[in-house]
């Protein structure tokens, strides 16, 4: 089976991977995404000073299981020898990739020069990828936007410095740090980007649906699609389903799966909490979703969340049998 493209020298099948979301690209829900086709694991973003601080948090990030690779660990920092020092740390623990994030727009992490921050300063962008490509053994990759604001869209000038410094695969989310996520992806620019460098492109930004996921790979010529909160409650879009299209059965199955992922994972209370987000999302377009999404952010315990769905999708089918 040929790949659908290198990350240097590292084989990646299949064209769909999930966003480093904080707080929801975790090992439980990778995990159902692999299931459903995902193609390869960004771990949820880290810090360079929680690293050299040897944060027992910032570590616990990091954690995969062998079934995920290709695995790419996501690191955040404004100093060049300092997040050098810490990608030499982390790559210790096996990553197959270590990704820099240049794309996060939260003011506390970009005003201080670290994510989006850095592409204010695209020569310093260059020396990062210039000692890490020299110091790390595995791929160096880049997550970018498009600029910090409308007046600066120097997306393509940071693309070619990460290219021309060793960089293995930019990941272009289409907006500008000032946009956040508000306002439209523009693809064009990312189809700009795949068409002047060499090395492989992930298309990010308006991925809602499968029919997005089309769209974006026709219109950008984009080496692999990278999906965001679209695939939050909904791991079948790697299958190329939308939720409509999914039985209530099915869902429950997924929800059951996912929630003893997380159970196992995080242990039961800490588990139950955290899957409320997920499963809220799950739930999106059954009937009465708004009323049973109050039952279970009230819920405490594993089973009671389970019950509450499957007694829900119960009513539906004796109302629908009515």
Same mark, same amino acid.
């Given at each position: 089976?040929?790949?659908?493209?290198?990350?240097?020298?590292?084989?990646?099948?299949?064209?769909?991977?999930?966003?480093?979301?904080?707080?929801?690209?975790?090992?439980?829900?990778?995990?159902?995404?692999?299931?459903?086709?995902?193609?390869?694991?960004?771990?949820?973003?880290?810090?360079?000073?929680?690293?050299?601080?040897?944060?027992?948090?910032?570590?616990?990030?990091?954690?995969?299981?062998?079934?995920?690779?290709?695995?790419?660990?996501?690191?955040?920092?404004?100093?060049?020898?300092?997040?050098?020092?810490?990608?030499?740390?982390?790559?210790?623990?096996?990553?197959?990739?270590?990704?820099?994030?240049?794309?996060?727009?939260?003011?506390?992490?970009?005003?201080?020069?670290?994510?989006?921050?850095?592409?204010?300063?695209?020569?310093?962008?260059?020396?990062?990828?210039?000692?890490?490509?020299?110091?790390?053994?595995?791929?160096?990759?880049?997550?970018?936007?498009?600029?910090?604001?409308?007046?600066?869209?120097?997306?393509?000038?940071?693309?070619?410095?990460?290219?021309?410094?060793?960089?293995?695969?930019?990941?272009?989310?289409?907006?500008?740090?000032?946009?956040?996520?508000?306002?439209?992806?523009?693809?064009?620019?990312?189809?700009?980007?795949?068409?002047?460098? @060499?090395?492989?492109?992930?298309?990010?930004?308006?991925?809602?649906?499968?029919?997005? $996921? #089309? &769209? /974006?790979? !026709?219109?950008?010529?984009?080496?692999?699609?990278?999906?965001?909160?679209?695939?939050?409650?909904?791991?079948?879009?790697?299958?190329?389903?939308?939720?409509?299209?999914?039985?209530?059965?099915?869902?429950?199955?997924?929800?059951?799966?996912?929630?003893?992922?997380?159970?196992?994972?995080?242990?039961?209370?800490?588990?139950?909490?955290?899957?409320?987000?997920?499963?809220?999302?799950?739930?999106?377009?059954?009937?009465?979703?708004?009323?049973?999404?109050?039952?279970?952010? @009230?819920?405490?315990?594993?089973?009671?969340?389970?019950?509450?769905?499957?007694?829900? $999708? #119960? &009513? /539906?089918? !004796?109302?629908?049998?009515?």
């Amino acid at each position: 089976m040929k790949p659908s493209f290198l990350i240097r020298n590292i084989p990646v099948y299949g064209d769909l991977i999930l966003s480093p979301m904080a707080g929801f690209s975790d090992v439980p829900f990778r995990l159902i995404c692999r299931e459903f086709g995902m193609s390869m694991s960004y771990t949820e973003v880290i810090s360079m000073d929680g690293i050299l601080w040897n944060n027992k948090k910032t570590f616990k990030l990091l954690d995969f299981l062998p079934s995920e690779r290709p695995v790419t660990f996501q690191i955040l920092g404004n100093d060049e020898d300092k997040l050098v020092a810490a990608c030499r740390l982390i790559e210790s623990l096996g990553p197959d990739i270590i990704d820099i994030n240049m794309g996060c727009s939260v003011s506390d992490i970009a005003g201080k020069g670290a994510g989006a921050g850095l592409l204010k300063n695209p020569s310093k962008v260059g020396r990062i990828f210039y000692k890490l490509t020299r110091a790390l053994s595995v791929p160096v990759t880049g997550k970018i936007r498009l600029g910090w604001d409308n007046k600066s869209r120097n997306y393509y000038e940071v693309a070619k410095i990460l290219e021309d410094n060793g960089a293995s695969l930019i990941a272009v989310h289409g907006r500008t740090r000032s946009q956040f996520f508000f306002g439209k992806a523009d693809w064009d620019a990312i189809a700009e980007i795949k068409q002047k460098v @060499k090395i492989p492109v992930i298309g990010n930004g308006d991925v809602k649906c499968v029919a997005d $996921i #089309e &769209r /974006i790979k !026709k219109h950008t010529g984009c080496d692999g699609v990278m999906v965001g909160r679209a695939a939050i409650g909904n791991p079948w879009i790697f299958q190329h389903k939308d939720r409509e299209q999914v039985p209530n059965e099915e869902k429950i199955k997924v929800i059951r799966r996912h929630l003893l992922h997380m159970l196992e994972y995080y242990g039961h209370d800490i588990g139950v909490i955290l899957f409320r987000k997920h499963v809220i999302k799950y739930i999106i377009g059954m009937h009465n979703a708004t009323e049973l999404r109050q039952h279970i952010l @009230k819920c405490c315990n594993a089973d009671g969340i389970f019950n509450l769905i499957s007694s829900h $999708i #119960e &009513r /539906i089918h !004796k109302q629908e049998a009515a």
